[in-house]
């Protein structure tokens, strides 16, 4: 699942969230799946990171911190 379609579900997830009518099984069963997308966002940001290069003032590339 692509970055942006981590946010979309977590967006739905919020949105179920807040409803009056959610019960508490269903609101630990949601708060599990955001965590578990959070953690894969978490993951594919990391990866990206390590991909990301940063030029010095004499145009030298470097590793991004």
Do not use: P, W
Request: glycine share 4%.
């Amino acid at each position: 699942m692509e970055i942006n379609e981590i946010f979309e579900k977590l967006d739905e997830i919020q949105e179920k969230m807040q409803s009056e009518e959610i019960s508490l099984e269903d609101s630990f069963r949601y708060y599990a799946e955001a965590m578990e997308l959070l953690k894969q966002c978490d993951e594919q940001i990391g990866t990206v990171e390590k991909q990301v290069q940063m030029l010095d003032e004499n145009g030298e590339k470097h590793e991004f911190e």
